[in-house]
């Protein structure tokens, strides 16, 4: 039986101890980037630099990041512009691109008609590595995904868990230095999603630079320190998931004791402004003389507030917000 390894077993060789890649320089450097498909235009315009170890491209169906990522890779190439990955200019050094590469495609299956060991395996011979050394980082990378002796079993009967350990292990085999994942937690359930993106996290902390497609905001926000936004083609949002969640200036929300639709009502007719009533408090505007308002009527009304705070806003609102304010040229 195959001794299970960590994650940090598979750290890649050219990252630092225990601390993602992220820093000055971008890994991922776009130009004036426009690409068109069957006569459409997708990509429009779209300059970026990304340095984030963890990177979410998020956007709705037909928003162009299936057609970036290819782009990314050199499988697609543009009308204009330029495209630098890991300092490698695309499409023209694709290749020495995809052998630093991993890439788990959404859509892509595992190779049929063997078991587990055989794909990653096959997937770690078609990255040019012989097969004796394939085999070895294939299990090296089964192990710390933590798939068992159903590595064994024919891939045909595998869970859809499993299906995407395998796919992530394809990805793995050859110790890239880029992860390039395209919607890895689809079709898992809630336990086994959690997991998963524990995985990544993982991937991530070993020295990985990971970029995420994903239609599941609450993954985004999970794994990556950075966020790219495309919508209609063109960049909605660009850098830190943070400074889209910030809170909202003058933005308060109380909670505690008698804290209530009643308090609200009260705190209404004293003038506070933009009041509403929460299932467990009350939000509203203030500055700093909203503030010795808001606290006079909590004293005068008997109102124990417990907590005070700014409110942060949610990712969803704030990516709607930011995908409103695209304007495709």
């Not at 979410?56 to 037909?62: H, K, R, S």
Request: proline letters at 4%; a neutral charge.
């Amino acid at each position: 039986m195959a001794t299970e390894r960590p994650l940090s077993d598979l750290r890649f060789a050219g990252g630092s101890e225990g601390t993602p890649h992220g820093g000055a320089e971008p890994w991922i450097a776009v130009e004036g980037l426009r690409l068109s498909r069957a006569g459409r235009l997708i990509l429009h315009d779209i300059s970026i630099q990304l340095r984030g170890s963890a990177i979410g491209l998020i956007g709705a169906n037909g928003a162009g990041k299936s057609t970036f990522i290819g782009a990314l890779l050199g499988v697609l190439r543009p009308d204009s512009g330029s495209i630098r990955v890991l300092d490698l200019d695309i499409p023209r050094r694709a290749l020495e691109l995809r052998t630093r590469a991993g890439v788990m495609a959404e859509q892509a299956g595992i190779f049929p008609g063997g078991s587990g060991v055989e794909a990653v395996t096959f997937a770690g011979m078609l990255s040019g590595l012989p097969r004796r050394e394939a085999l070895r980082r294939a299990h090296r990378a089964l192990d710390a995904l933590d798939v068992g002796e159903e590595r064994y079993r024919p891939t045909r009967g595998y869970s859809t868990g499993m299906r995407q350990r395998c796919k992530l292990g394809m990805a793995l085999v050859h110790d890239p230095e880029v992860l390039i994942l395209d919607e890895p937690t689809v079709g898992l359930d809630p336990e086994g999603r959690t997991q998963f993106l524990g995985l990544i996290r993982d991937l991530r902390e070993s020295g990985r630079r990971i970029l995420l497609s994903t239609h599941v905001l609450h993954d985004a926000e999970s794994v990556c320190d950075e966020l790219l936004l495309i919508e209609g083609g063109a960049i909605g949002y660009q850098g830190a998931i943070s400074a889209l969640t910030q809170p909202r200036s003058g933005r308060w929300r109380a909670s505690g004791d008698r804290c209530d639709r009643a308090f609200a009502q009260q705190l209404i007719q004293a003038g506070v402004a933009a009041v509403n009533a929460l299932p467990d408090g009350v939000e509203f505007e203030a500055d700093d003389a909203g503030l010795r308002l808001f606290w006079r009527v909590a004293a005068e009304n008997q109102v124990a507030v417990r907590r005070l705070g700014q409110d942060g806003a949610r990712l969803e609102d704030a990516v709607i917000e930011a995908m409103g304010h695209v304007r495709p040229s």
